[in-house]
């Protein structure tokens, strides 16, 4: 029951991009199109899933007993840039339709701030290996959430009268905040 | 690379014109999460500016030897050996800005804006040049973020820098602390930037 709290937790009430900020820049770039939506959110989620699991091993069974915590920055950053890399190669040997809808998006997944972000918030809080996991997934699935959300509203925004001042990123924000302030609704919840 | 461009326009673009969070919307999420109060804002400011002018110092000058295809890998590492240096520096003389800041010190390592002046410029360009450039994107950064804090929390608390401004009579807007005013704040301000620059135009 309490893995079951613990994703509904990060992908709902605590969703990473509309109450921590953390992977504004591809939710506010890349929500263009739901289609190109998902395919990212697919691509954060898959990433997320395998960084909950490396940075957990290294930072436990590497970090911990030679007791450089203090490297915990630098290690986890460069174990997920080379985790992107290997995960974009890995895609494009096994399956050419997947690596298509998902390629582009992969190397911009490393400067994504939800992952270290996730890596970060799993050390602080004390995660054991299984928690991280469900960690990862539910933030995963909110930040996708959110994507594939405002994805659909801006589509929907091409077509309305947007005041001069406000088009482009000024309306993005407000929609976002109003998006934040509906997520709101779920604060309390747990 | 174009020599002829003054310092002066060098330092001096970063502050409005091609400002890292209005004009080319990088290291937002620093921006909405920490601006809640003005210290805040200052303090986060001040701890991406250091860590942006001490990356562009170091990698300004090993441009020369960091090999082109793994550029972006050492260029993390050094931004990410800086921000653990801020993050140590902060728990060490201010526990509590540490402790309010929390996971976005670290985050710094993630700042698009660093890495982006990093590739775009850093990479290219000599130390001085590097260094004008970096500082005035950091005096941009904190600008705005000195700004965004101080309108959230006048409206979110009633006071500035903690001072209270606002009198008896005023009831705190909740909503401005929360996360739901760090955009519509964000989004307002952009507007705001948009309608200015168009009125200089066509004043």
């Known amino acids: 029951m309490s893995y079951f709290l613990l994703f509904f937790s990060a992908a709902i009430v605590n969703n990473f991009v509309l109450s921590y900020f953390l992977g504004i820049c591809p939710f506010v770039g890349v929500s263009k199109k739901v289609s190109s939506a998902v395919s990212m959110g697919m691509a954060v989620t898959f990433v997320m899933l395998i960084t909950a699991v490396v940075t957990w091993l290294i930072y436990h069974l590497l970090l911990v007993p030679f007791e450089v915590e203090i490297l915990e920055y630098v290690s986890f950053i460069l174990v997920i840039a080379s985790l992107v890399q290997l995960v974009e190669m890995f895609i494009r040997k096994v399956s050419k339709p997947l690596y298509d809808t998902l390629g582009i998006y992969l190397p911009l997944i490393t400067t994504n701030c939800a992952i270290l972000g996730l890596a970060l918030f799993s050390v602080l809080r004390d995660y054991g290996f299984i928690e991280s996991v469900v960690f990862g997934l539910g933030a995963g699935a909110g930040f996708t959430l959110a994507l594939v959300i405002m994805a659909g509203i801006r589509e929907e925004l091409e077509l309305a009268p947007v005041p001069k001042y406000f088009q482009g990123a000024g309306i993005t924000m407000i929609v976002a905040g109003a998006l934040a302030l509906a997520f709101m609704g779920f604060a309390g919840m747990i | ?203």
Request: proline share 5%.
């Open chain 2, 1 to 203: 690379m174009s020599k002829t461009v003054p310092l002066k326009t060098e330092f001096i673009k970063g502050l409005w014109k091609e400002n890292p969070v209005i004009a080319s919307l990088l290291g937002l999420c620093p921006t909405l999460a920490v601006t809640n109060a003005a210290m805040n804002g200052l303090a986060m400011g001040l701890a991406t500016t250091f860590v942006l002018v001490m990356s562009s110092l170091m990698i300004s000058a090993l441009r020369k030897v960091i090999p082109h295809q793994v550029r972006i890998a050492g260029f993390i590492v050094i931004i990410a050996t800086f921000v653990t240096v801020a993050d140590r520096f902060l728990a060490a003389f201010f526990p509590e800005i540490s402790a309010t800041l929390g996971p976005y010190i670290p985050l710094i390592v993630v700042n698009c804006l660093i890495l982006g002046r990093q590739e775009a410029f850093s990479s290219r360009n000599g130390i001085g040049r590097s260094l004008v450039d970096s500082f005035g994107m950091g005096l941009g950064f904190i600008f705005v973020l000195v700004a965004l804090g101080s309108v959230r929390e006048v409206l979110g608390s009633g006071s500035i820098f903690g001072i209270t401004v606002m009198g008896d009579w005023f009831n705190p807007w909740m909503i401005m602390i929360l996360p739901p005013g760090a955009f519509l704040t964000l989004g307002l301000m952009i507007a705001l930037a948009n309608w200015y620059n168009d009125w200089r135009a066509t004043s």
